[in-house]
């Protein structure tokens, strides 16, 4: 059974970061592509980040420049590095992980909160 297992959410104040992990057992973690969704309060869930397993990125243009998404293949573990941090960042954090091959399937992390405030 494949699980993702999420860390690293907490207060920060405004202009700082915060690093949050996911990682993933149960399954390769190498056929997976990664990605960071974000649930603000009372707003939809929205994509953040994604890498895929060539370890192509891409981000949403609201954390371009601030935000930065890894992957460590050796230790089945997706990061988000956020830096810059805004109060309109505050959200519940979620990893997602997906393959392809050889069967199309999909998981989500449990969810950790960040939440930007002074």
């Known amino acids: 059974q494949v699980q993702l297992v999420e860390s690293g959410g907490g207060l920060v104040q405004p202009g700082g970061s915060l690093r949050l992990s996911c990682a993933l057992s149960?399954?390769?973690?190498?056929?997976?592509?990664m990605a960071w969704y974000r649930q603000p309060p009372g707003k939809q869930r929205e994509l953040v980040a994604s890498?895929?397993?060539?370890?192509?990125?891409n981000y949403a243009d609201s954390v371009k420049g601030r935000f930065s998404i890894s992957r460590d293949n050796a230790k089945n573990t997706a990061y988000l590095q956020m830096d810059s941090l805004k109060p309109e960042d505050t959200a519940v954090y979620y990893c997602?992980?997906?393959?392809?091959?050889?069967?199309?399937?999909?998981?989500w992390g449990q969810g950790t909160l960040v939440t930007v405030s002074s």
């Open positions: 997602h992980a997906e393959r392809s091959w050889p069967l199309h399937s999909e998981e």
């Open positions: 149960g399954s390769l973690f190498v056929a997976y592509a």
């Open positions: 890498i895929t397993i060539q370890d192509s990125t």
